[in-house]
């Protein structure tokens, strides 16, 4: 083999590297502690098939396994957790004053039937103890911490029938 045949054959080779390279380069690795990208008007709530179009009241979770889940209610997410068993991640909530992605742990939440959510679940996550508290005031809710919640989503599974469903 010449040096012309022996560049030819190497500068194949070095394509097929570079083709292989940009394609593994192009499966990016799923950020396990950030909340996915819903697309609002498009993307579908993992538990009920609904359109997700309402983002203060939009979660999701991501499985230990890299699987993100999105749903258009919290209480969708907790009722849908509570039924597959997922060992998840990380859990995320709309911020509902300002729409901001927060870790479920880090929120208080307010269960109230004065506001209605796409699912009818009545549950709203907010930052700040203060505004969580000031916000069931003026709902007649109830406040309480992600722990809380996660303790009674087999009861809002059982006591929920979608009748506040909006969509």
Known sequence: MD????????????VVWLLALVMLGGCAKVNMDAPPEIVYGRDICTRCGMIIEDTPFAASYMTTSGEPRIFDDIGDMMV?????GEE??????????TGEWLRAEEAFFVQTSEIHTPMGYGLLAL????????VSLRTQGTVMSFGELQQNATMLKSSHNHSGHNH
Do not use: M, N, P
Not at 3 to 14: D, E, T
Not at 80 to 84: I, K
């Open 88 to 97: 998840v991640h990380a859990y995320w909530v709309r911020e509902y004053e």
């Open 80 to 84: 849908h957790q509570v039924e597959t």
């Open 127 to 134: 930052k700040e103890k203060g505004s969580a508290t000031a």
């Open 3 to 14: 040096s012309k045949q022996f560049i030819g054959v190497s500068g194949r080779w070095i």
